[in-house]
């Protein structure tokens, strides 16, 4: 990665969260973040400079609460869904966060259709796999389940894919956003 300073690090976050392809690996775009964090003193001024949400900033960093050895692998590309990322990130000891890091790389598949095939195959049906989903959930961490019908869906995942993010994040994002312009809604009343 190139020295960073204020241009270079803006440049990487605006090509990459902008555009329809991202570019860069998502150690790169932590590390420029973090770099604008610190010289602008907080994240909402990060998000602000760059028009994204908080929450989306501090998905972006999410890389660097990783252990060295699943940077390498971020860095690499072998871990490049922010997802993924947040899953291991989410683990609370380093070791269990390398080991899991470890088995993602062994899974086939993280498409979400292909995972909905795997269910399907299964025997298990998409309700009931939505209980053990919710069942094996951390204590803390709050699942909705949305579901969206295939257009709706396809929209969301094109946008979600242009700026870079999981439909998932898109859409957090978008509920984020909605919730807080409804406490400007109230606040004014």
């Known amino acids: 990665m190139k020295q960073l300073d204020e241009e270079t690090a803006l440049g990487i ?9 991202r570019t860069a690996d998502l150690l790169t775009l932590a590390k420029s973040c973090k770099f604008l964090v610190d010289k602008y003193g907080s994240r909402k001024i990060v998000a602000q400079k760059l028009g994204l949400s908080a929450e989306m900033i501090r998905e972006i960093l999410l890389p660097l609460q990783t ?8 860095s690499e590309r072998k871990i490049d869904s922010i997802d993924v990322v947040r899953e291991i990130a ?6 269990k966060q390398v080991e899991a890091g470890y088995a993602l790389l ?12 795997l269910i399907k195959e299964s025997g298990v049906t998409i309700d009931e796999a939505k209980e053990i989903i919710l069942d094996l ?6 699942i909705f389940i949305i579901d969206f019908d295939d257009k709706t869906y396809e929209v969301i995942r094109t946008q979600a894919k242009k700026l870079g993010f999981s439909p998932a994040i898109l859409v ?18």
Do not use: A, Y
């Open 13 to 21: 976050l605006f090509g990459n969260t902008k555009k329809k392809k």
């Open 67 to 74: 252990p060295k050895e699943i940077q390498d692998l971020i």
């Open 90 to 95: 989410s683990l609370k000891l380093p070791s």
């Open 106 to 117: 062994k899974i086939p598949t993280k498409d979400v259709r292909d995972i909905k095939r």
């Open 137 to 142: 959930k951390p204590q803390g961490l709050h």
């Open 172 to 189: 957090k994002g978008l509920i984020q956003s909605w919730l807080r312009f409804l406490e400007l809604q109230e606040k004014e009343l």
